[in-house]
Every structure is written in structure tokens, then in C-alpha cells.
């Protein structure tokens, strides 16, 4: 079934009064070269789906893998956020794990199939350390749950995008750049077009935001973060549902 709703909605990508309306890009992107340590933590293709060449097998067909940088994200308060930009004023709620400061590589990992292409991680890349354990990122008043079982955390999405950002950014937001598909920050993905997957990393003022597309499209995704043998936080990571890797 995740199969046949991938082609469906790459199908829909393809249509040309869409394609007409965007150009895809000639930027360079950069991608990934480096290669986790060790994989100790599972699910494994948390760290997997981020290396050039990586296969997987979705339904009978096979899914190949690569992941890209897009920039750097601002972390100053070291409290951060995901979720859906259009309902940013309703879901803008951060984790309350606190984050490392400074300026971290937001990395997408990006699958094709039959020359068609979406995003089925994105991650935020606090360090190279080995991730020894992931855990669900949560919110105020949020319960934990084990990773991989019926039960999840995560952000409902119906715009297509999902973004990143401090809380400290969201302060300084005007929400009219990412209020409605019309907004800036939609408009300056449509710079970033790569054959039915976008991107941008958008500054406005001393901050800056990450948004890219997410998936197939809607539905609700989880977020978790990846610990390393300190117990310090190296990843930030949402899964768009691609993979059927979770218990039944």
C-alpha cells in the first residue's frame, strides 16, 4: 500500500500545470559523503538512509537512498521546534530537551525510485558521534513511549512541509512568510525545486528556519533524537513514513 500512495502522489508531482509552475533548480547539491562510525542504535536506517547508495526494500520495489545538506541551522536558544509551518501558531510548541547552540548541517535523506525522487528523513546533525539510543522528542506533558511500537509522538501535517527552527526564532517569525502557500517561505522553496522535493533555509533577521517537503506529501510523522554514549543529543530526526519499520 505505501507502494502504490508513493507512485500515486509522484504520479500527481508529474502533473504539468504543476511543473509548469516551477523550475528545477541546476544548484549543486551537497551531499553526504561521510559514513556513520558504527551502528549500534536501532532502527539502523535512521543512519543508513542518510548514505549514498543505501537500498531498501519498499513493498517489492526497490527504494535508493542518498542525503544532502541544505545549511545550517541557528540554534540559540537550544530549544527546538517541528512542525507543520501553516498551523506554526497552534503546533509551534518546542521539545523540551535543550539542544547544543550554535549553528548545525540540517541534512535531508532523499529517496528515488524509478527516477522519481522525495524526502524520507530529515535530521538536524549535532555531531558525528554514533547514536547508541533513540527516544521520541517530546513536548510539555508528553509521556514517553518505546521507539518502534504502536504508540508514537510526532506532528500532523497537511501542507506538505514540515520545517525546523529555535524557539527564539518563532518569536521573531512573521507569520504571514509561512501563514499560507502564497508566503515567502513557500515562494523561496520553489528556488530550491528538485525533481518532487524542496527545500530553503530561510533567514529573517539574526535567525533562520529550515522547511522542506515531507514525503508523499501529508499525514503524521514522528521526531526523535538520537543520544550518543555521553548521553548528549547528536541528531534531531523526523520520519516521514516511508519505511514500515515500526511493530505492528
Same mark, same amino acid.
Given at each position: ?8 502522489? =509522484?504520479?500527481?508531482?508529474? #502533473? ?22 558504527? %551502528? ?11 548514505? #549514498?547508495?543505501?537500498?531498501?526494500? &519498499?513493498?517489492?520495489?526497490? &527504494?535508493? /537512498? ?19 509551518? /501553516?498551523?506554526?501558531?497552534? @503546533? ?11 549553528? $548545525? ?30 527516544? *521520541?522528542? %517530546? ?33 521573531? &517569525? ?6 499560507? *502557500? ?19 533555509? @530561510? ?8 522547511? $522542506? ?22 541528531? =534531531?530526526?523526523?520520519? *516521514?513514513?516511508? *519505511? ?5
Amino acid at each position: 500500500m505505501k507502494y502504490i500512495l508513493f507512485a500515486l502522489i =509522484l504520479f500527481a508531482c508529474h #502533473n504539468p500545470h504543476q511543473k509548469a509552475s516551477r523550475q528545477i533548480s541546476t544548484e549543486v547539491l551537497d551531499t553526504i559523503k561521510s559514513t556513520p562510525a558504527k %551502528l549500534t542504535a536501532t532502527p539502523v536506517l535512521f543512519e543508513t538512509a542518510f548514505v #549514498n547508495g543505501t537500498k531498501e526494500d &519498499l513493498n517489492g520495489a526497490t &527504494l535508493s /537512498l542518498y542525503g544532502v545538506t541544505i545549511g545550517k541551522i541557528k540554534v540559540v536558544s537550544g530549544h527546538l521546534i517541528a512542525c507543520d509551518p /501553516l498551523h506554526i501558531d497552534e @503546533y509551534g510548541i518546542p521539545f523540551t530537551q535543550v539542544f547544543p547552540t550554535g549553528e $548545525f548541517p540540517v541534512q535531508l535523506s532523499i529517496g528515488k525510485l524509478k527516477g522519481e525522487e522525495t524526502v524520507a528523513f530529515a535530521r538536524i546533525n549535532f555531531s558525528d558521534a554514533p547514536v547508541e539510543k533513540w527516544e *521520541f522528542a %517530546l513536548q510539555k506533558g508528553q509521556q514517553p513511549h518505546p521507539v518502534g511500537g504502536k504508540e508514537m509522538h510526532g506532528y500532523s501535517v497537511d501542507g506538505g512541509v514540515g520545517i525546523y527552527m529555535d524557539e527564539a526564532a518563532i518569536k521573531a &517569525l512573521d507569520n504571514s512568510t509561512v501563514a499560507n *502557500f502564497e508566503g515567502k517561505v513557500f515562494k523561496d522553496m520553489n528556488k530550491h525545486y528538485h525533481n518532487d522535493w524542496r527545500y530553503t533555509m @530561510y533567514d529573517f533577521g539574526t535567525h533562520n528556519l529550515a522547511a $522542506f517537503t515531507t514525503g508523499v506529501g501529508d499525514g503524521y510523522y514522528g521526531t526523535y533524537i538520537g543520544f550518543d554514549a555521553a548521553g548528549n543529543p547528536c541528531r =534531531l530526526l523526523t520520519d *516521514f513514513g516511508i *519505511f514500515n519499520w515500526r511493530k505492528k
